[in-house]
């Protein structure tokens, strides 16, 4: 997954994602996600 254009709102940042990002991390449709507690889990997984 690569990141791309990360706009910021107030204390919101939003992360467009293509289809195939939204099934490699199981999202839905108008998910919130915690980014700090996905990159960690992201992290664990690797090692």
């Known amino acids: 997954m ?3 254009k ?3 709102y107030g204390n919101t ?3 467009p994602l ?3 990002d939204m099934k490699d991390l ?3 449709d108008g998910d919130q ?3 700090e507690r ?3 889990s992201k992290r664990r ?3």
Request: net charge positive; glycine share 0%; charged share 45%.
């Open 2 to 4: 690569r990141l791309r």
């Open 6 to 8: 990360i706009k910021k």
């Open 13 to 15: 940042f939003v992360i």
């Open 18 to 20: 293509t289809v195939t």
């Open 26 to 28: 199981k999202f839905k």
């Open 33 to 35: 996600v915690d980014i």
């Open 38 to 40: 996905l990159v960690k």
């Open 45 to 47: 997984k690797r090692k």
